[in-house]
């Protein structure tokens, strides 16, 4: 069955770096655009970063731009975040997407905490 594994979430002090995970499977990982979302508590769901097929364009949002990057291995079927100078805005539950057409699915999130 399809699964989306996030992991390297955690606790990060301001200015701090994490790497996140998402390891696929049960799907063709490589047909895939593949995007990070976040959702910070009594705030809606937002795109981050979306990485296309084979890699040949990738998407941030504004508040990201300069700070985090995405990349994805086909060989690994695995996305990844990386993630810079992290500020407290920044903390909440981010969830790797996966979409071709209209099939969409999701993982079960990991937790980010930015905090002194």
């Known amino acids: 069955q399809v699964q989306l594994v996030e992991s390297g979430g955690g606790l990060v002090q301001p200015g701090g770096s994490l790497r996140l995970s998402c390891a696929a499977s049960g799907f063709t990982f490589s047909q895939y655009a593949m995007s990070w979302y976040r959702q910070a508590p009594g705030k809606e769901r937002e795109l981050v970063a979306r990485?296309?097929?084979?890699?040949?364009?990738?998407y941030y949002a504004d508040s990201v731009k300069g700070r985090f990057t995405i990349s994805r291995d086909d060989t690994k079927n695995t996305m990844y975040l990386q993630m810079n100078s992290l500020k407290p805005e920044d903390t909440a539950l981010y969830y790797c997407?996966?979409?071709?057409?209209?099939?969409?699915?999701w993982g079960q999130g990991t937790q980010v905490t930015v905090s002194s």
């Open positions: 990485i296309f097929r084979t890699g040949s364009s990738t």
């Open positions: 997407h996966a979409a071709t057409g209209p099939i969409r699915y």
